[in-house]
């Protein structure tokens, strides 16, 4: 192409431009090489490169600057890529804006391919009021629109709008696909519409949707999640293929049911099968089976193998699982000693886990130690006050009782009341 100065030609030009940045055997450095010798590069160059940038998002922004400063204008191929790399960046929201006003000022706003960029550039920013603006701005819909903002709705826990947006979609004509399908189905076991759920399970046979891996497992999560969980197991097992959200979904399931000798057997033959390795998740699932059961030596033994078995560093959850399972079983002095000895720094919720062991079992020396270090954490955290006066009370030590007490009135201290949410 060099000696036939066929390089100089722009269709030709850009199908290797495209060639060496986008296909698998690529290579974007000499694609960059190449996009640098072309004269007045147009469009569809540009964009091949903001595309092909997606993995370094800083530089796709850099990019679509100098494509202002030389004066070419963006069209609608353009900014989905733009705001794929704006995506991308842990702080997406300002260069999401800043994409935004330029959409609206080459009058792009309207375009559906444009607006799912926005809808979920802003979703991933945790910013569903502007997500919404511009899921309502379009008037003519497509369902790759409609999922995306739904999808929105469920990664940022708001369940109930995207299962309302869910049956105006249907209302409107749509007809759902797997992707829609699996976040309003993670929407029902959020929210507990098992009816829903079941619905849309009953649309899916009718319909004969192919139940893959995502599908199935959404299906079992939303099963267990509601309480259904024979029928979240009668599924599990029909499923061919399974990945580990699936094994996690019916194993956890069946821990929280306190179904702890399936939530165990279905661990053991998760191991022997070999095909799908535990991870972090499953751990969580399994050692909150063994604390249902107080399983003590199960639980040591599991959470001994998550670091020499499988290289897995436990988190602050399976520390707490630990912790909640020895205290349950009044082993308070190893759980304070495993707190202590963690290489992370141990929250309020590990410690309320002690402190409540401690109130079971009536260790006040424990409980005493434990609630100086709640305190740390959270100065004004005056419950924990009211919880080891009660313990005083309950061992007979009156003395610490009109102590703790007065010292309370003095300070003018006060537990923050307790609530509940009732759903209706």
Known sequence: MIVSSLINEHFAASRLLSSFA??????????????????????????TLIRAQQKQP????????????HCVLPGKHTFPFLLKACSSLSQPLLPCKQVHAHVVKFGLHLDCHVGNGLVRCYSVSDDLIDARYVFDEIPNRNLSLWTTMICGYAQNFCYNEALGLFERMVVDGFEP?????????SACARSGCLELGERIHEFMRVKRVEVGVILGTALVYMYAKNGAILMARKLFDEMPEKNVVTWNAIICGLASHGLVDDALSLFESMKKD????????TFIGVLSACCHAGLIDVG??????????????????????????????????????????????????????????????????????????????????????VSLSNMYAEAGQWQEVLRLRKMMKEEK????????LVAT
């Open 22 to 47: 986008l296909s698998p055997f690529g290579n974007l450095t000499h694609a960059s090489t190449i996009f640098s010798s072309i004269h007045r590069p147009n469009s569809f160059m540009w964009n």
């Open 58 to 69: 800083i530089n796709a922004l850099s990019l679509y600057i100098s494509m202002r400063r």
């Open 177 to 185: 696909n797997g992707a829609t399908l699996a976040s309003v189905l």
């Open 274 to 281: 070999g095909i799908v390795v535990p991870n972090d998740v």
């Open 300 to 385: 040591r033994e599991v959470f001994c193998s998550m670091k020499v078995v499988y290289g897995i560093e436990p988190k602050i959850e399976h520390y707490g699982c630990i912790v909640d399972l020895l205290g349950r079983g009044g082993k308070l002095l190893e759980a304070e000693e495993l707190i202590k000895g963690m290489p992370l720094k141990p929250d309020v919720v590990i410690l309320g886990a002690l402190l409540a062991a401690c109130k079971n079992n009536g260790h006040t020396e424990v409980a005493e130690r434990v609630v100086k270090e709640i305190l740390t954490l959270e100065p004004h955290n005056h419950g924990v006050h």
């Open 413 to 420: 201290l006060k537990k923050a009341p307790g609530w509940s």
